[in-house]
């Protein structure tokens, strides 16, 4: 199995730890484990580039580059992010921002047999929130399989959380590395994928709204 883990904070805490608790317990050698941060990318600049004509075009390509390509490779790929005023770090949504081109919508990467996990913690409220939000992203990149890991720590630092809720937690870990776990090599992509992937074949088929896209679908043999 080969994981592409996505960070969207720089620092390791809650979120990191987290996040290690599932690789874990991955039937993955560390090898194949890619970690990236995000952090260093630039802004995106809304120039549509990507979209409309090549990501190579991109200002922000060469930062992008590795990580498009270990997300390509990998059989799990994992968003991480603490909650930010019930959201993704700005650091995170910059990176899926980059990403954009290769929404279903636009030009995906076949990911339709990949499994997805949006993990987050948070002090009070909005970990479950958040955790979607990135399973949302991993959903419209195609990714046939998504799951969600979140968390309430109740306290500011990981080694302050009382040992019940650790063991709880620990539990929750384990259930989805199980699942993780089973299905790896044998993913059947959701319904709601299917179904979102077929309108998007009936849209690219119909409307021809651009040109590269529409050639991309064709190359592609899904139009
Ligand atoms: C800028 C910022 C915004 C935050 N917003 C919220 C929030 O809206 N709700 C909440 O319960 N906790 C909020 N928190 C707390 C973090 O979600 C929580 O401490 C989380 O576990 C931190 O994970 P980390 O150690 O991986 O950074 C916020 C923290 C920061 C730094």
Redesign the pocket.
């Given at each position: 199995m080969k994981i592409c883990v996505v960070h969207g904070?720089n620092?390791r805490?809650?979120?990191?730890r987290l996040t290690q608790l599932l690789l874990e317990q991955l039937s993955c050698e560390k090898e194949n484990i890619k970690e990236f941060y995000v952090g260093g990318i630039g802004q995106c600049t809304g120039c549509t580039q990507c979209i409309l004509k090549d990501e190579n075009l991109c200002p922000h390509r060469l930062s992008m580059k590795p990580i498009v390509e270990a997300l390509e490779k990998a059989d799990v790929i994992i968003l991480a992010s603490?909650?930010?005023?019930?959201g993704m770090t700005g650091q995170l949504k910059n990176f899926c921002d980059h990403l954009g081109y290769r929404w279903m919508s636009h030009r995906p990467f076949d990911m339709r047999k990949k499994i997805g996990v949006g993990i987050s913690?948070?002090?009070?409220?909005?970990a479950g929130k958040t955790a979607k939000e990135l399973c949302k992203q991993l959903f419209w990149w195609s990714i046939g399989r998504t799951y969600s890991l979140s968390f309430t720590?109740n306290a500011?630092r990981w080694e302050e959380i009382p040992e019940k809720r650790i063991l709880k937690l620990n539990r929750k870990v384990q259930r989805l590395a199980h699942r993780i776990n089973s299905r790896y090599g044998k993913v059947h992509q959701s319904l709601k994928s299917r179904i979102m992937f077929k309108i998007m074949t009936l849209m690219h088929r119909n409307m021809e709204w651009n040109e590269i896209e529409t050639a991309y679908w064709r190359a592609n043999g899904w139009i």
């Amino acid at each position: 199995m080969k994981i592409c883990v996505v960070h969207g904070q720089n620092h390791r805490g809650n979120t990191y730890r987290l996040t290690q608790l599932l690789l874990e317990q991955l039937s993955c050698e560390k090898e194949n484990i890619k970690e990236f941060y995000v952090g260093g990318i630039g802004q995106c600049t809304g120039c549509t580039q990507c979209i409309l004509k090549d990501e190579n075009l991109c200002p922000h390509r060469l930062s992008m580059k590795p990580i498009v390509e270990a997300l390509e490779k990998a059989d799990v790929i994992i968003l991480a992010s603490p909650n930010y005023c019930m959201g993704m770090t700005g650091q995170l949504k910059n990176f899926c921002d980059h990403l954009g081109y290769r929404w279903m919508s636009h030009r995906p990467f076949d990911m339709r047999k990949k499994i997805g996990v949006g993990i987050s913690t948070t002090a009070g409220m909005g970990a479950g929130k958040t955790a979607k939000e990135l399973c949302k992203q991993l959903f419209w990149w195609s990714i046939g399989r998504t799951y969600s890991l979140s968390f309430t720590v109740n306290a500011i630092r990981w080694e302050e959380i009382p040992e019940k809720r650790i063991l709880k937690l620990n539990r929750k870990v384990q259930r989805l590395a199980h699942r993780i776990n089973s299905r790896y090599g044998k993913v059947h992509q959701s319904l709601k994928s299917r179904i979102m992937f077929k309108i998007m074949t009936l849209m690219h088929r119909n409307m021809e709204w651009n040109e590269i896209e529409t050639a991309y679908w064709r190359a592609n043999g899904w139009i």
